[in-house]
Nanobody
Framework: EVQLVESGGGLVQPGGSLRLSCAASGFTFGSYDMSWVRQAPGKGPEWVSAINSGGGSTYYADSVKGRFTISRDNAKNTLYLQMNSLKPEDTAVYYC????????????WGQGTQVTVSS
């Protein structure tokens, strides 16, 4: 079964950090480009970051550049998002997605993990 499972979300104070993980199974993870997309309450999806299949190229939305770091471990079939200096406006459900190309086309989606930034 093709599957992406996110974890690592939670409640954190402004200025804090979280690391999200996305575990892949059922497909050749190392052949896919990976992305993180978030959706805040009452808003549409927002692309956050992406990394190519080999991990050598990374991309960030301006809203998270300098604060978030995307990485992957192809040996462990896992994608990560290190989030530092978190702000209340980072509150959202975070989804990972796998696609054979960037920009994404017909991606495989995870179920999402909630990140809440609040004091």
């Amino acid at each position: 079964e093709v599957q992406l499972v996110e974890s690592g979300g939670g409640l954190v104070q402004p200025g804090g950090s979280l690391r999200l993980s996305c575990a892949a199974s059922g497909f050749t993870f190392g052949s896919y480009d990976m992305s993180w997309v978030r959706q805040a309450p009452g808003k549409g999806p927002e692309w956050v970051s992406a990394i190519n299949s080999g991990g050598g190229s990374t991309y960030y939305a301006d809203s998270v550049k300098g604060r978030f770091t995307i990485s992957r471990d192809n040996a462990k079939n896992t994608l990560y998002l290190q989030m530092n200096s978190l702000k209340p406006e980072d509150t959202a459900v975070y989804y990972c997605a796998a696609s054979l190309t960037l920009p994404m086309r017909s991606p495989i989606w995870g179920q999402g993990t909630q990140v809440t930034v609040s004091s």
